[in-house]
Nanobody
Framework: QVQLVESGGGLVQAGGSLRLSCAAS????????MGWYRQAPGKQRELVAG???????NYADSVKSRFTISRDNAKNTVYLQMNSLKHEDTAVYYC?????????WGQGTQVTVSS
């Protein structure tokens, strides 16, 4: 069993920054892809950013140049640095870890950006 513990969400003013972290613990195998998704009220969950085991990254167009995803393989942790936050970034953010044969989701952390 693998547990994902997220942290770093909260309330921030527009233009501010937050850093999300997601640490995997438990029976750890080699992690393939890691990523962050978000879901705003009344909307579908969407990919925000992803990073492969080799460090290749991809971003939603809406967050390019503002958000940066990174990972620390030694700590089984993925990060999301969010800068220049906008009101429309308000959502519950979920981390996702893919081992190839199974994947896990974090419990979600609320990010609220006040305009």
């Amino acid at each position: 069993q693998v547990q994902l513990v997220e942290s770093g969400g909260g309330l921030v003013q527009a233009g501010g920054s937050l850093r999300l972290s997601c640490a995997a613990s438990g029976r750890i195998f080699r992690i393939n892809d890691m990523g962050w998704y978000r879901q705003a009220p009344g909307k579908q969950r969407e990919l925000v950013a992803g990073i492969t085991s080799g460090g290749s990254t991809n971003y939603a167009d809406s967050v390019k140049s503002r958000f940066t995803i990174s990972r620390d393989n030694a700590k089984n942790t993925v990060y999301l640095q969010m800068n220049s936050l906008k009101h429309e970034d308000t959502a519950v953010y979920y981390c996702h870890v893919d081992y190839g044969f199974i994947d896990y989701w974090g419990q979600g952390t609320q990010v609220t950006v006040s305009s």
